[in-house]
């Protein structure tokens, strides 16, 4: 029994050191799309920096944003971040690439909502046939994304029967869900092609503008929060913002497919 | 002996429990020298009487007093229980536990457990668990753990009730020994021809009060109330 | 039917070939939640056996709440820890969300109304049976539990076990105080819970039968140790 004691005691204290770190906070969809893998490795090589992700919804990030228990949030929510901002719990917002949503279904679109002209026609097909729908429901920005289109529909999910089903979960368990169901679901394209269970499920719409996903890069502000890595978070902005971050992002796929777009402003156009 | 313990004196004792009187008011002494064995029906008090004394049960009034400090009384008696009480350890753990508890050296405790185990005959059972013992065993190991701290006195309560003949004699060998050398006994039992071997006093407990007390001899013989002589022909008193 | 297979298989492939993130996960896991039951322990033994043979007026109260909390759920623990240990709450300053340290914390908090629950109720029976007996002999308050503590350890052994089997498989309130940061506080729950939400039920699975199998090594190796000390002792 005291050499079990010893042996732990000697492991809970091994904990202590470790090399420079800092804490970003990233949404589900961006930890699932596989592109952290890439990036980690390199920036820790470019900048000696180890990036700890906090994989949330952007809820969430924000949130630890606000109570300083992250340096930085890597989020897609344009109005919660100008938000965000504007309240002083970050420094700036800097754009640094985006994605796009697809509308993921049954292979045999049982609501036609393939072939819709654009996005909101394509979701008021699901509600006029009242075919199964997920939600994520967790104020995540997929989720937001997901009622701003219902919205661009003129359709309002309060008043929605028993086949709008929100899940209250995560990118990943909200597809395992919908899969389950052979229901529809909004998901961001990086999840989708990673998502290992797709069982009878494809992409049935893509394509529209509307859905495109900025992901933004936002420094928590260190006058709010002493504590936090202001060099690191400048260093990470300055690298995700670089030349070899573009060529990562870029050059990224899945499947053959192209996930991301760079669109960061070189330094000083902000 | 540095200071005497006994006698011990009960004054106006009573032990009351949800309202009903177990025992009392007893009033009694106990001299350093005897073996008293307490006699009575089932339900008198015998057991309640033992652990009042020893400071097992609380006093609703009254008082026990011993001519040494509660504390260092306590370490100077020893209690031997109905149906006894094994810790879950071998048999020398258990004889060694009390002078363990005391503080006793490691060399004493060693030299204390030889002896009382070959007193009770389990030289070659030391190692045995304690719980695994028959029944009359595990009495012996009670009396020689309650012995090997040389209490000045000894209580015993009915510690043959389940023992076989065997057992019974042996018990009475160990106690006679202890007698002998100064150890004072109150002993209860519900076993007359028991009472009759070992005595030098008899303790006759009535509803909860001591109904007659006397030298054995006068007790048995010609008891004084007519409850002591039925008790002693045998007829079941309530 | 498949997934269990493919399941199955992911776990043997992942143990054959020791892979490096497997065993760094796994010897996560063990650190946090064997810290973590060894403070319990410290804690909850000398208090639910206290709690067993000390006559006190609020006596039920404290073993009423002791039962309640027993049932608290995990991610209930959690969202109080994080709460707590946020840079904005009472004890931000000291930096621990987000590490073992946290996670431990919220584990503690966990297991240890149920380790004194299960040793209150062994103790409870166990002094029933030594009580005339210690204060026959004049044990001091501290002799007693430590006694009692001796020779119940077997019933103690097992709700140390109930107590790391709740920690090993814990998920909820970690996630939130961990934050299952990758190389940093990712243990093998958490990342159960991630694979699931990647859809990749093969890996999640195979990590389940490796949780599986570690819990069931610990309860072996633990009965093979108290076996052969009982034994040595008898």
Not at chain 2, 63 to 68: E, Y
Not at chain 2, 77 to 92: C, D, E, H, K, T
Request: glycine share 8%; net charge neutral; hydrophobic share 50%.
């Amino acid at each position: 029994m005291t050499r079990i004691l010893t042996i732990t005691a000697a492991l809970f204290f091994a904990f202590a050191a470790q090399a420079e770190t800092m804490k970003l906070a990233v949404t589900t969809s961006f930890a699932n799309s596989g592109l952290a893998d890439l990036l980690l490795p390199a920036i820790q090589e470019d900048t000696g920096l180890e990036v700890q992700l906090l994989i949330v919804g952007t809820g969430q990030a924000l949130r630890l944003g606000e109570a300083g228990d992250v340096d930085a949030i890597l989020v897609h929510s344009r109005k919660a971040e100008d938000a965000f901002v504007e309240a002083g719990y970050g420094t700036h917002r800097r754009e640094i690439m985006y994605n796009d949503f697809v509308l993921i279904g049954p292979q045999n679109d049982p609501a036609t909502a393939g072939v819709a002209e654009n996005a909101p026609m394509a979701f008021r097909s699901i509600a006029t046939a009242l075919a199964p729908f997920v939600s994520r429901g967790d104020d995540s920005g997929t989720h937001k994304k997901e009622l701003a289109l219902w919205a661009a529909a003129d359709l309002d999910p309060e008043s929605f029967g028993d086949w709008y089903k929100p899940v209250g979960s995560g990118m990943g368990a909200a597809l395992n869900t919908a899969a389950g169901l052979e229901a529809y679901i909004l998901s961001d394209r990086a999840s989708w092609l990673n998502f290992a269970n797709k069982a009878g499920l494809d992409i049935v719409f893509a394509g529209d503008p509307i859905l495109f996903n900025q992901y933004a890069y936002i420094p928590v502000n260190p006058e709010r929060h002493a504590h936090v890595k202001a060099d690191a978070t400048r260093a990470l902005e300055d690298w995700l913002t670089g030349p070899r971050a573009q060529g990562l992002i870029d050059g990224y796929t899945i499947a053959g497919e192209k996930l991301f777009t760079f669109n960061a402003q070189s330094a000083g156009a902000e | 002996m540095v200071t005497a313990l006994l006698p011990v004196r009960v004054k106006q004792a009573v032990v009351r429990r949800r309202g009903k009187t177990l025992l009392g008011p007893v009033d009694l002494e106990l001299g350093p020298r005897g073996f008293t064995i307490v006699l009575g029906p089932n339900g008198a008090g015998k057991t309640t009487l033992l652990k009042t004394i020893h400071g097992l049960s609380r006093l609703s009034s009254g008082h026990v007093k011993w001519s040494l400090p509660a504390a260092e009384a306590r370490q100077r008696q020893g209690y031997v229980f109905q149906s006894p009480i094994m810790l879950r350890r071998s048999v020398r753990a258990n004889l060694a536990y009390p002078l363990r508890l005391a503080g006793a050296r490691q060399k004493d405790i060693a030299e204390a457990v030889e002896h009382w185990a070959g007193a009770i005959g389990l030289s070659g059972a030391l190692d045995r668990p304690a719980p695994q013992l028959s029944g009359g065993e595990k009495q012996k190991l009670a009396l020689a753990r309650a012995l090997i701290r040389s209490p000045d006195i000894l209580f015993l309560d009915e510690p043959c009730a389940n023992l076989d003949g065997r057992s019974m004699r042996e018990i009475e060998t160990l106690l006679q020994k202890a007698h002998d050398a100064g150890t004072r006994i109150v002993m209860s039992t519900h076993d007359l021809a028991q009472a009759q071997r070992l005595a030098t006093d008899i303790l006759f407990l009535f509803n909860g009060t001591v109904h007659e007390s006397g030298p054995a001899e006068q007790c048995l013989r010609s008891p004084r109330t007519a409850e002591l002589a039925a008790f002693l022909r045998g007829d079941i008193l309530e | 039917m498949d997934d269990i297979w493919a399941g199955l298989a992911a776990a043997f492939r992942l143990i054959v070939t020791l892979d490096a993130d497997l065993v760094e996960i796994t010897l996560r896991s063990l650190q946090v939640s064997l810290s973590a039951l060894a403070i319990a322990c410290l804690i909850a033994l000398p208090l639910g056996t206290w709690l067993a043979i000390r006559r006190f007026r609020y006596r039920r109260w404290a073993i009423a709440v002791l039962n309640a909390l027993m049932g608290l759920p995990p991610v209930v623990v959690g969202l109080i820890v994080y709460l707590l240990l946020s840079r904005s709450g009472p004890f931000g300053v000291l930096g621990l969300l987000f590490t073992p340290t946290a996670m431990i914390i919220a584990q503690v908090i966990i297991i240890t109304p149920l380790i004194a629950s299960v040793t209150h109720q062994a103790m409870r029976d166990l002094w029933a049976e030594y009580h005339d007996l210690l204060i026959s002999l004049n044990a001091t308050p501290g002799q007693r539990i430590l006694t009692l503590i001796l020779d119940g350890r077997r019933a103690l052994l097992t709700a140390a076990l109930a107590g790391f089997g709740r920690a090993i498989g814990e998920v909820g309130a970690i996630m939130i105080v961990g934050g299952n940061i990758d190389h940093a506080t990712r243990v093998l729950t958490t990342a159960i819970a991630l694979e699931t939400g990647r859809g990749d039920f093969a890996l999640a699975l195979g990590l389940g039968f490796v949780l599986i199998l570690l819990a069931l090594t610990v309860n072996l190796v633990t009965h093979a140790l108290s076996r052969t000390e009982q034994e040595g002792r008898w």
